[in-house]
């Protein structure tokens, strides 16, 4: 699939090069939408292969599961300038808390041999809940869902490092 991602474009290129060039532009922009949404499709199903083989381990989840657990108790991510620090927090600004809540609802899932359309449904209810229901408009939506996949990123970034440096276990080493 990579493969054909890669070279698609120059396909249609060579293809296309008798027609007119505004033609020949429409159609690679096109393209390259085409190339970045199956690549995203790519990146996710090889995602779903690796939770599964992870999901399917009981040590694996066992370990994953403490070692979340104490990402997020032991204070691992309280770090200065981290907005998800648990000792400095703004209590003006308890939208970080809605991200912390999302993965400790995802880490209360986490069993072995769990479906994974159980834990896309839990993330799906907590995106209804905190950016689709409280949206009045479109913009608002935008913003909302804007803020919160930047938050959530920033999240799992900081989870990923932290598990990364002190809980090699977690990744089956």
């Known amino acids: 699939m990579r493969l054909f991602s890669k070279n698609i474009e120059v396909w249609l290129l060579n293809a296309l090069k008798e027609f007119p060039l505004p033609l020949q532009t429409?159609?690679?922009?096109e393209v390259k939408v085409f190339i970045k949404r199956l690549g995203r499709k790519i990146d996710l199903?090889?995602?779903v292969k690796i939770m599964r083989t992870v999901l399917n381990s009981n040590s694996k989840v066992t370990v994953l599961r403490s070692d979340l657990h104490a990402v997020i108790s032991q204070g691992f991510l309280d770090v200065p300038g981290n907005l998800f620090q648990t000792k400095r927090r703004n209590p003006e600004e308890p939208?970080?808390?809605?991200?912390?809540?999302?993965?400790?609802?995802?880490m209360s899932l986490l069993v072995p041999s769990i479906d994974i359309q159980v834990l896309l449904n839990c993330v799906s209810s907590n995106l209804q809940a905190f950016v689709i229901q409280p949206s009045r408009s479109k913009e608002e939506f935008r913003k909302l869902a804007s803020d919160f996949q930047l938050k959530w990123n920033f999240l799992?970034?900081?989870?990923?490092?932290?598990?990364?440096l002190n809980y090699a276990d977690s990744f089956g080493k």
Do not use: E, F, R
């Open 26 to 29: 429409s159609k690679s922009k």
């Open 45 to 47: 199903s090889n995602m």
């Open 95 to 106: 939208q970080n808390d809605i991200h912390l809540k999302c993965l400790n609802d995802l």
């Open 156 to 164: 799992l970034s900081a989870v990923s490092k932290v598990m990364t």
